[in-house]
T-cell receptor, first 111, second 116 residues
Framework: GENVEQHPSTLSVQEGDSAVIKCTYS??????FPWYKQELGKRPQLIID?????GEKKDQRIAVTLNKTAKHFSLHITETQPEDSAVYFC??????????FGTGTSLTVIP | KAGVTQTPRYLIKTRGQQVTLSCSPI?????VSWYQQTPGQGLQFLFE???????NKGNFPGRFSGRQFSNSRSEMNVSTLELGDSALYLC???????????????FGEGSRLTVL
């Protein structure tokens, strides 16, 4: 089955700096790669996603890049703010709604 | 519209007991999936139901089971509870159109199970 690895597990940045989280996947048939943000005690929520026919997608301060050949994708957050502090999960899926999630990155933005 | 609702939110059980968790999806969503969330393991896929049929199943023992009703509401059951079953169980709903690649999951707030 699919295996998704996520790094780093923890990340601290100064407010205004950029943050990058990286994920690799093993199944070349995976074609949908979402990123979820989970604030403490709350439910995970989708922040951005990318499909395999696209190499990059951007939404304001958040961007995701996908390298199908290398089977890795990354989340980029620019101009970080304290409210960006949360746990971020990457995931991969190829069909239906069976998602394989990474183990999460706890991001702390220091004011 | 109302989000995904899970009940109960918290529960404590002892080893050997069984538990049933309930999930009401967003109106119009036909796919319901369940995930187990534990510290350090992230979210692990349990199973997915679409139109009352189990469409996908993760790598969990047979003690974990589920079902979906005609109104798309879903339940999952864990029998013969073990200490390692302590976790947050998240339900997620999506449109889940048959034959269409995956789309956004809308998660509930979860049911936190503690096994003593």
């Amino acid at each position: 089955g699919e295996n998704v690895e996520q790094h780093p597990s923890t990340l601290s940045v100064q407010e205004g700096d950029s943050a990058v989280i990286k994920c690799t996947y093993s199944d070349s048939a995976s074609n949908y790669f979402p990123w979820y943000k989970q604030e403490l005690g709350k439910r995970p929520q989708l922040i951005i996603d990318i499909r395999s026919n696209v190499g990059e997608k951007k939404d304001q301060r958040i961007a995701v890049t996908l390298n199908k050949t290398a089977k890795h994708f990354s989340l980029h957050i620019t101009e970080t703010q304290p409210e960006d502090s949360a746990v971020y999960f990457c995931a991969a899926s190829k069909t239906g709604n069976q998602f394989y999630f990474g183990t999460g990155t706890s991001l702390t933005v220091i004011p | 519209k109302a989000g995904v609702t899970q009940t109960p939110r918290y529960l404590i059980k002892t080893r050997g007991q069984q538990v049933t968790l309930s999930c009401s999806p967003i109106s119009g969503h036909r796919s319901v999936s369940w995930y187990q969330q534990t510290p350090g393991q992230g979210l692990q896929f349990l199973f997915e139901y679409f139109s009352e049929t189990q469409r996908n199943k993760g790598n969990f023992p047979g003690r974990f089971s589920g079902r979906q009703f005609s109104n798309s509401r879903s339940e999952m059951n864990v029998s013969t509870l073990e200490l390692g079953d302590s976790a947050l169980y998240l339900c997620a709903s999506s449109l889940g159109l048959a034959g269409v690649t995956a789309g956004e999951l809308f998660f509930g707030e979860g049911s936190r199970l503690t096994v003593l």
